[in-house]
Nanobody, 121 residues
């Protein structure tokens, strides 16, 4: 099992930027795909972005393409989400996730506790 700890959330004005981080503890971080999901108040949890085990392939939701970028540093056991040009509709709790295998076509195995991102208009 892996423990995931997110940080970097906060309050930002529309058009601003934030970088979320997720530190992994436990199993070998570099062997598994990682990702980000989010959940806004009153809405279903939704996929944001994912990255393969060595970062050669990524996927981003259409709603964040061109604004958000997922990346990872396996030496630091850390996943990142750079969020630029933030919009009020990006307001949500953001969750770091670990997948069961090296690609994000596998199932999800672990979730972090979440970090709140609030974008004011």
């Amino acid at each position: 099992q892996v423990q995931l700890v997110e940080s970097g959330g906060g309050l930002v004005q529309a058009g601003g930027s934030l970088r979320l981080s997720c530190k992994a503890f436990g199993r070998t971080f570099s062997s598994y795909a990682m990702g980000w999901f989010r959940q806004a108040p009153g809405k279903e949890r939704e996929f944001v972005a994912a990255i393969t085990w060595i970062g050669t392939r990524t996927d981003h939701a259409e709603s964040v393409k061109g604004r958000f970028t997922i990346s990872r540093d396996n030496a630091k056991r850390t996943l990142y989400l750079q969020m630029n040009s933030l919009k009020p509709e990006d307001t949500a709790v953001y969750y770091c996730v670990s997948y069961d295998g090296p690609t994000f076509e596998t199932g999800l195995s672990s979730w972090g506790q979440g970090t709140q991102v609030t974008v004011s208009s």
